[in-house]
């Protein structure tokens, strides 16, 4: 079965600074993976996947993650934080039959 | 291009009501998935259908049924509201629901049942 997990529910940083986000997950089969964000009173918007093509994906303002088989990881980083990132972020894994499963969320706080 | 435009945007239902959302997918999209977002669950995958066929469907119990229109448009109802179906509903269409598509959300109908 698929399965995501999302190391820390709130994750606060200072404008400027490095943001990481961190996503584990388990698949029987090789998986698609998505990063999505949610700003608040909104539906969710995509910021990178991965599809099996290069394993450093870039995505939209400035995000990008690594797929890392061995360690079931697929982080997401940005090198310096803007106040406008400040939402909540959705790590995904496709599932065997259709849709996704999505892990519990990080909400990312920007300081000042 | 318009994007997912989902109706009513708030609901409020009492328990054992049933209730229907709406759902009108970017044009030319002809999947159209739904999610539950709760505080305590997260984000589950409800059902998508493709051409007016549910093609797949996650774990939630026959209470929690759709439907897709010619025009791709789609509804999902919720027969016997529990409190516990208190949730915001988010659909997502894509071209053609390929596991490696993009997924495009609309802002969500939030239930509420009293």
């Known amino acids: 079965a698929q399965s995501v997990t999302q190391l820390g529910s709130h994750v606060s940083v200072s404008e400027g600074a490095l943001v990481l986000l961190r996503c584990n997950y388990s698949s029987s089969v090789p998986p698609y993976l998505f990063w999505y964000v949610q700003y608040p009173n909104q539906g969710l918007q995509l910021l990178l996947k991965?599809?099996?093509?290069?394993?450093l994906v870039k995505g939209i303002n400035g995000f990008e993650a690594e797929f890392k088989k061995s360690e079931t990881s697929f982080h997401l980083t940005k090198p310096s934080a803007h106040m406008s990132d400040a939402a909540e972020y959705f790590c995904a894994v496709t599932r065997p039959f259709g849709g996704l499963t999505f892990g519990k969320g990080t909400l990312l706080t920007v300081n000042p | 291009k318009a994007g997912v435009t989902q109706t009513p945007r708030y609901l409020i239902k009492t328990r054992g009501q049933q209730v229907t959302l709406s759902c009108s997918p970017i044009s030319g999209h002809r999947s159209v998935s739904w999610y539950q977002q709760t505080p305590g669950q997260g984000l589950q995958f409800l059902f998508e259908?493709?051409?007016?066929?549910?093609?797949n469907k996650g774990n939630f119990p026959g209470r929690f049924s759709g439907r897709q229109f010619s025009n791709s448009r789609s509804e999902m109802n919720v027969s016997t509201l529990e409190l516990g179906d208190s949730a915001l509903y988010l659909c997502?269409?894509?071209?053609?629901?390929?596991?490696?598509?993009?997924?495009?959300f609309g802002s969500g109908t939030q239930l509420s049942v009293l």
């Open positions: 997502a269409s894509s071209l053609r629901g390929g596991a490696d598509e993009k997924l495009f």
């Open positions: 259908y493709f051409s007016e066929t549910q093609r």
């Open positions: 991965y599809t099996s093509a290069a394993t």
